[in-house]
């Protein structure tokens, strides 16, 4: 009985293997039209990061989309899709473009995207996050990590960390005595009052996580 159980499930199993191999893998994309498409996002320090997977619509719990990167990708090597070979590739002009409001970049045909693998470097951006200086490797079409799905719109989503700083204020008297209890407003370069804060029994005032830029007490 035993026997006849798993010649009648293997005769159920073998043939949905085989139906499976020959339908191939899931396609993303339009294979005559790749895409990498980049979502920038700027993070505080500390914050979680996600695993990417190369489709869209990766969640991000901590962030918001960084306008002004500027991406430059390069091939380093061709994909055959007909011999499925990967050939490298020597001296490839690198192709550049900056994100939006939005933190969004796409890289197409029209750009001279083609398939292959990219280096995705980031080249310029704005002066209060830390640009990544290890570039990036990304292969049009990607393939999934359980080889089923070959993805020919690929997204990424690389993250910034917003600069912070401290500042600290000593207030003393004439003889060089600390002052305890002297209120200060601190301010922005261009005028805006941030908040009052008062010294303590060594005469300080203590800021952090301050944003990148000029300020006065």
């Known amino acids: 009985n035993i026997l006849l159980s798993l010649v009648l499930l293997l005769s159920v199993v073998f043939p949905s293997f085989a139906l499976a191999e020959e339908k191939g893998p899931i396609i993303l994309g339009n294979p005559?039209?790749?895409k990498l498409t980049i979502h920038?996002?700027?993070?505080?320090?500390?914050?979680s990061q996600?695993?990417?997977?190369?489709?869209?619509?990766?969640?991000?719990?901590?962030?918001?989309?960084?306008?002004g990167v500027t991406f430059t990708i390069t091939q380093t090597h061709k994909y055959n899709p007909e011999?499925?070979?990967?050939t490298e590739v020597s001296g490839a002009e690198g192709i550049d473009k900056t994100t939006g409001e939005d933190g969004v970049v796409e890289f197409t045909q029209a750009?001279?995207?083609?398939l292959g693998r990219y280096k995705v470097e980031e080249t310029a951006g704005p002066d209060h996050v830390i640009l990544n200086k290890t570039p990036a490797y990304v292969d049009i079409p990607m393939t999934s990590k359980d080889g089923t799905t070959l993805n020919y719109d690929v997204h990424i989503y690389p993250k910034n960390e917003t600069i912070r700083g401290d500042a600290e204020l000593i207030?003393?008297?004439e003889d060089g005595e600390l002052l305890e209890g002297v209120v200060f407003g601190l301010y922005k370069e261009n005028g805006e009052k941030l908040k009052e804060l008062t010294t303590n029994s060594e005469g300080k005032i203590s800021v952090e996580n301050l944003d990148q830029g000029k300020y006065y007490f």
Request: aromatic content about 4%.
């Open 32 to 34: 005559d039209n790749p």
């Open 50 to 67: 996600g695993e990417g997977t190369g489709e869209e619509g990766q969640e991000i719990k901590d962030g918001e989309p960084l306008e």
């Open 40 to 47: 920038k996002y700027e993070q505080e320090p500390g914050s």
């Open 171 to 173: 207030k003393k008297g």
């Open 83 to 86: 011999t499925d070979e990967w």
């Open 111 to 114: 750009d001279g995207l083609e």
